[in-house]
């Protein structure tokens, strides 16, 4: 009784605790105070919402929650052999038996039968306590992976939220040089009367405005699978047009925050990611694997108590004699598997060869990590020359613009150079946009991969409120 509590109490202690334990080790690598406020939900409060919404409805993560209870019951069955054991039977019969040589004699059972046992192994070289460890792993390996789902779903989100931004201001922006080009043709073919236009311009003119709605036409049919992909996978009901915000404030770089985190990462090796972790317990489960097969072939003790109780009544010539019988048992013994035929010696070499693939493989993965995050690191300071010149070309057009229009105002500019410089403008919109975006995607992608992702905090707190 007291092992079982023991095993109680621990099982419910590490699961309370284990995804607090994750977001420690990934937030304990850089102050969070520098990464607040820098990611792209920070500056779009709907996308925070839908992150949220997807931890609850996202088809993935349902997915990873009936892992995690497939996980425990396999634990639960892997602890069940270290505890004792109870069965038992019950029934109501008559038993009649005669012997050919003794006509006279003759045994008649009856009534309630029943007999109680108890099995409680003792001793198993820990190979009992190293198959526990391996299912305890099997749990921790896939809560690390409900966390892992998550993570990978919010940056992934993030970053189609950040694109289908960027396309919807790429569609204006077409929508608007197709409206031009409407406007220009029905300007020329009332001219055409005129002949200040000939029939083959008409026609260049027509060319050019099917040219942009079949351009339009795919960027619309792109745009709206990925709206539809999007809500699939974040576990929303839609994501209309309208829904998707128009314009993406300024994100502000923070290095200090990106220099502690690639410091962090880099003085880790590269094994905080999720594929090093998991690797890492690859290299204890093969050392559990080991511990068990090398206790193969020693002997393996338990202890059984058993009670039983049946009615019996034996008949002669001279006399009928009823007794009821019970036996009490109480033992202690051993099982002994001498020789396997070799299979004991191909196990232990197996988990050996096993852990020492594990190991490379721990190695090559944190390696390949620490080259991610470098390009990572990298490339975000490109994004941010490219966000700067983007917002640099945007102030250009706005301000052309506001000077044509003062000079429109006056009757010294055409309406077409107008209309043009708006076309200018919302290209310009876009560019810049596109740029933010894809910097803030690779920021968060690099501050997710580097284990300091905020985003991770929501799964303490559901958790803890599921297991109270």
Do not use: C
Not at 61 to 82: C, F, H, M, P, V
Not at 153 to 175: C, D, E, I
Not at 317 to 335: D, E, K, P
Request: no cysteine; aromatic share 6%; glycine share 8%.
């Amino acid at each position: 009784m007291l092992s079982l509590l023991l095993i109680l109490l621990r099982e419910r202690g590490r699961a309370l605790s284990v995804f607090g334990l994750l977001v420690v080790l990934g937030s304990a690598r850089a102050d969070v105070t520098l990464i607040e406020g820098s990611l792209p939900e920070d500056y779009l409060p709907e996308l925070k919402v839908i992150l949220g919404t997807a931890l609850r409805q996202s088809p993935q993560i349902i997915a990873k929650e009936i892992e995690i209870e497939q996980a425990k019951a396999g634990l639960i069955g892997a602890n069940s052999r270290r505890l004792p054991s109870v069965a038992g039977n019950l029934n109501y019969a008559t038993n009649q038996t005669a012997t050919s040589t003794n006509a006279s004699t003759r045994t008649r059972d009856s009534g309630l039968f029943y007999n109680i046992a108890v099995s409680q192994p003792i001793f198993f070289w820990g190979a009992l306590k190293h198959e526990g460890d391996k299912a305890r792993l099997g749990v921790l390996l896939s809560e690390r992976g409900y966390a892992e789902a998550y993570r990978v779903l919010s940056v992934a989100l993030r970053g189609a939220y950040l694109q289908l931004m960027a396309r919807k201001a790429t569609l204006v922006h077409a929508r608007l040089v197709r409206d031009q080009l409407v406007a220009e043709l029905g300007l020329a073919k009332e001219k055409l009367a005129s002949g200040a236009f000939a029939p083959s311009e008409i026609a260049a003119r027509q060319l050019n405005l099917d040219d942009s709605n079949l351009a339009i036409a795919r960027v619309e049919i792109e745009f709206t699978a990925g709206r539809r992909t999007f809500a699939r996978l974040s576990g929303i009901v839609e994501l209309t047009e309208a829904a998707i915000p128009d314009a993406l404030p300024k994100p502000a770089f923070p290095s200090a925050a990106a220099s502690s985190l690639m410091a962090a990462f880099a003085r880790d090796g590269g094994r905080q990611t999720f594929e090093a972790r998991v690797n890492e317990m690859k290299v204890q489960e093969s050392d559990l694997n080991y511990r068990i097969a090398r206790v193969g072939l020693l002997p393996k003790f338990s202890a059984s108590a058993a009670y039983s109780l049946e009615n019996s009544t034996f008949a002669s010539a001279n006399s009928v004699t009823q007794q009821g019988i019970s036996r009490q048992t109480v033992a202690v013994g051993a099982q002994w598997a001498i020789f396997d035929g070799l299979a004991t010696r191909g196990a232990k070499l197996g988990a050996l060869a096993t852990k020492r693939l594990a190991e490379r493989q721990l190695q090559m993965t944190a390696s390949g990590a620490l080259e991610g995050a470098q390009a990572l690191f990298q490339q975000l300071e490109l994004d941010v020359r490219a966000m700067e010149m983007g917002d640099l070309r945007y102030g250009l057009a706005a301000s052309q613009l506001g000077r044509l229009e003062q000079e429109f105002k006056l009757g010294n500019v055409a309406q077409a150079a107008l209309d043009s410089a708006k076309v200018g403008l919302k290209q310009s919109h876009a560019h810049s946009l596109s740029a933010r975006a894809t910097f803030l995607s690779r920021w968060s992608e690099f501050v997710s991969f580097a284990g300091a992702d905020p985003v991770l905090n929501q799964l303490t707190s559901r958790h803890d409120r599921e297991k109270r």
